[in-house]
Structure formats: C-alpha cells, structure tokens
C-alpha cells in the first residue's frame, strides 16, 4: 500500500537525490499518490521541511471522502480479500472482464474515444475530450497501466469508507501489529505537515474532488505557499500528464512559481 511508500520508498528517493547531487534540499513534485505519500512522510517526519524547500502536489490526494471515480464503488468489498483476489488481482491491480465492462456500461458515454473505455485507468479517473490529443491516445493507452500494488487502490477503497486520511487496514489486529505496530491503522495529521506546499488543482477531477482538497487547504493552511486552480473548465486527474495544453496550464506556471520561489 501506500503505507509503504511513505515509510521507506519515498524517503530513499529523496535520500538519493540529496545524497548523489550534493545538494542540501530540493524541489518536490508530485502527482496524485505522489501527493498523498508526501503527506504521510512529512506527518511523521517533520524533518523533511529542512530538505525540501518546496512541495507541489498535482491532483493532491488525501481525504477521498467524495470521491468520484468509480474506486468508490469498490469501498463496500475492500475488506473482502477473496472477492479482492477475484476481481482485482492477487499482487498487480487489474479489474476482471465482467467489472471492467461494468463500470464501462456505467461511466462511458459515446463522446469518449474508442480504446478509452477499455482502460483501466480512464475508467477510474476520467476523461476530458476536449484536452485529449486523439493522436497520441495509442501511445497513452500503450503505457497505463503501468502496473500497481492492488493495496494501493484497496487503500483509497477503504478510505471511502472510513472518511479519514489512515493507514491500510490489513484486516485484522495481528496484521495490523505486525505493520504498523498497533491494533488498528493509525491516523495522519495533515496538521503536521510543516513543509511549504503548492497545490494544484482541476475542476473535474474524480479523484481530488473539490470538496475534499479543501479539507487539506484547512488542515495545512500554515504551509500553503500557492494554491492553483487550474483556469480550464472540465480538467481532470490525467490531463496534469497528457492535456493538449498542458505546457499552458501546468508547466509554464510551475517553472514559473519555480523560479520565483524565495524572491
């Protein structure tokens, strides 16, 4: 899960870049778990404000109670591990054939692109046509998924059902002692985080609902350094990556932020 990630990939990321380029802290950027990792580290570890100048969070993600993808769905079946190992994968996430062509039936209509409803990942995060660069989509399609852990979907699964930023439940005490040294998954404070963040954001994102980010905008309010919306009507969790105008509303503005940063 992304309990994991948090605890140990993430840190040694960090940890080699630092080590490798000599410097003493560095520019963060994250996309969607990318964002909610951070969080964990820097909840747990408030050191990391030492090192990391600036964090800017893409389709920030913690709280996920109005979630809208289809992930939602899932949250009633994120305890049951048979059902889980049938119809999500054992290890690498993938749906089964009658659950991917279920939330098809559910969530596609004909303004989407042939090859964009047999995707996973366009099932789960949406699609928005107008920003869609039809000539790239067999390149796009060829690369998601890229493959992960089924726990970390299971664990923003259980996240609906819990309405809080925690960690994964495994299921049971003993599990749960044997990873994360407790009874029951332990909460994050987003209070904690004491890095300086930049948040940005669209309006059609089923994954980091508005609703939702503004509960990190009021837990985190001390440390927000910038928070962007992005001035397009209808962007969504993919168009931070693949949007036809992505230089426009994402890079420029970034590198800009960037490079003004401390001035």
């Not at 994991?4 to 003493?24: F, I, N, Q, S, W």
């Not at 709280?63 to 290890?91: C, K, Q, R, T």
């Not at 054939?97 to 964009?116: H, K, P, V």
């Not at 000539?135 to 998601?144: G, K, N, W, Y």
Request: net charge negative.
């Amino acid at each position: 899960s992304w309990d994991e990630m948090a605890h140990y990939d993430l840190p040694a990321e960090l940890e080699y870049v630092l080590g490798h380029t000599g410097k003493e802290k560095l520019f963060y950027i994250g996309h969607s778990m990318g964002s909610t990792t951070f969080f964990v580290m820097n909840s747990l570890n408030q050191t990391w404000a030492q090192r990391v100048e600036l964090a800017t969070f893409l389709a920030p993600v913690a709280y996920v109670d109005h979630m809208a993808s289809p992930i939602a769905y899932i949250a009633p079946f994120a305890f049951a591990v048979d059902w889980v190992a049938e119809n999500l994968g054992f290890g690498e996430f993938g749906l089964s054939d009658w659950l991917s062509n279920l939330l098809a039936s559910l969530f596609c209509d004909n303004s989407w692109l042939e090859g964009i409803c047999e995707n996973v990942v366009f099932l789960l995060t949406g699609y928005d046509e107008k920003q869609m660069n039809d000539t790239m989509l067999p390149t796009i399609v060829q690369h998601l998924p890229a493959g992960t852990s089924t726990f970390t979907v299971l664990h923003y699964a259980q996240e609906v059902n819990q309405k809080d930023f925690v960690g994964f439940d495994w299921g049971s005490e003993e599990m749960n002692m044997a990873h994360h040294g407790q009874p029951k998954p332990p909460k994050y404070h987003l209070e904690d985080v004491n890095t300086q963040i930049a948040l940005y954001w669209g309006d059609n994102d089923w994954l980091a609902q508005a609703e939702d980010l503004m509960k990190i905008v009021m837990k985190c309010q001390d440390v927000i350094y910038e928070n962007y919306q992005v001035p397009w009507e209808g962007w969504n969790h993919l168009d931070f990556m693949y949007a036809i105008d992505v230089d426009k509303y994402i890079n420029i503005p970034l590198i800009d932020m960037l490079n003004n940063f401390g001035k």
